[in-house]
Structure formats: structure tokens, C-alpha cells
């Protein structure tokens, strides 16, 4: 019996909450800020069991002092990464079992993003940070082309029902993105209404499942007949690794 609450944070984050609904037990993955997660806390009467940290940009941790702060919970993060607060340094093999909420969460490294970043796996439910978004991934600020391209193809070897719960609101834009990259993947473009109506009444468009971020997410298609064109088109050369492709695709977005 568990809900999943997402929970806005700063510009466009998503703190997601796991909560036994009936024990009220809850898990805290990625607290950008503490105020929202301690108002619902008490509102809900809630009782926090432990933080889960995907990687450590301010705006995945800063939460974390002012919760621990009230409650004295483990705080599981990236063990090759430097997150204030840290209690368990978690990586690649790693699980942690959450009696409370009776779930095991798998680690899952996946590099690319951040040197360190991990994603958190239970039951068909996959935390994924900054790392694959809904309909994009981030942008690589301290791996190389080859390690994240590496970390989402992690990701699709999932089961194609995983709902992908990741750390930002970026869905529409993601998607106005893929439509320049396929603009003849109807998938994409039934993708972005629904996404745009959604969000016209403030409604998250995450999570997604695998099988439809398999068929709109262009940085999860890198080995598709269109996106090896539209890739090879934009780097001006005939681009064929996988690796290659998804390397000019990112390049493409970060100046979209
Ligand atoms: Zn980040």
C-alpha cells in the first residue's frame, strides 16, 4: 500500500515522497529544500525513515540538514560523491530494505550527469535524478559521452512497465526537442499535447513508462534509423556508434 507524492520544489524539481498509507512511514528522495517536505510531514502526520540522495547538486541535497535536524534518519548517498550529511554511501549492487514501507530499493551507478550518480530501483519504479529525465536526460557535467550513454542504456534494460520518476518538470520542452530530432514520430507529438494539456492544469507529466520513453526519448533511440540521420545531419558527418550518436544529439540539445 504505498503512495508516491511528488512534491514541487524550487523552479522545477520534484521531491518524491514513498508513503506506507497505512503505517505513514515515509521515504524522502531527493529533498531540494526541507520547508515543503517538514509542512507536509506534519500536515499528513508523517514519519520519515530516510532520505535517498541520486547525486549531490544543491538542488537534490540542500534539504537534508533541515530534516535530519527534526528527525534522525539514515541518509543513503552516492558513495563516490561529497553530500553533506551523508550516513550510508551507497553504489552499483548495493540494497536497502525498507521494512516500513515494505520495499528493497536497488543502486543502480549510472555516471554521467555527475561522476557518482546512482538510481534508486524497487518494484517496477525507478528514481533517476538528473540522469534520464522524461523525454530527455541531463546534461553531462562531469561524465564523458560514452559513460552516460552507458547509464540510460542501464535504464532500458528495466522492465518496459518501470514508471520513471526523475529529479525536474522538463517534459514539454523535452519534447518540443525530440520533435526536431523526429519530426515523423507521431509517438512525440501525442506525447507533447498530452504533455502541454497536463501542465495547462498544473499537473506533473512524471512519471512515464520505459516503453513510452523507448519510443519518444531521443537520447534512448540513438541506435534508430532517424535519430542516426538527424544526428549525422547535425554533426555534419555520417555518425554510426551508438555512443556517437547520442553524443551529437546532447550537443544539439544543449544548444536547442
Ligand atoms: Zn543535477
Known sequence: MIEIIPLPALKDNYIWLL??????????????????????????NLIPIAIMITHHHW????????????????????KTETVAGSTHPV????VIALPELELSFKILDVPGHTSGAVAYYTEERV????TLFTAGCGRMFEGT????????????TL??????YCGHEYTVANLKFAASVEPDNKAIQERLQLAEEARSLNQ???PATLAEEKITNPFLRCDKPAVISAASNFSG????????????????????
Open 204 to 206: 506533473p507529466t512524471v
Open 19 to 44: 508513503k506506507n498509507k497505512i503505517s505513514r512511514h515515509v521515504v524522502i528522495i531527493d529533498p531540494s529544500e526541507a520547508e515543503p517536505v517538514l509542512d507536509l510531514v506534519k500536515s499528513d
Open 127 to 130: 528514481f533517476s535524478g538528473d
Open 159 to 164: 522492465p518496459d512497465k518501470t514508471l520513471l
Open 237 to 256: 558527418k555520417s555518425l554510426q556508434e551508438p555512443a556517437e550518436v547520442f553524443a551529437a544529439v546532447r550537443q544539439w540539445k544543449d544548444n536547442f
Open 59 to 78: 538542488d537534490h541535497v540542500g534539504g537534508i540538514p533541515g530534516i535530519t535536524e527534526q528527525f534522525n534518519i539514515p541518509v543513503y548517498t552516492p
Open 145 to 156: 559521452p560514452p559513460q552516460m550513454h552507458a547509464s540510460l542504456s542501464k535504464f532500458k
Open 91 to 94: 553504489g552499483e549492487g548495493d
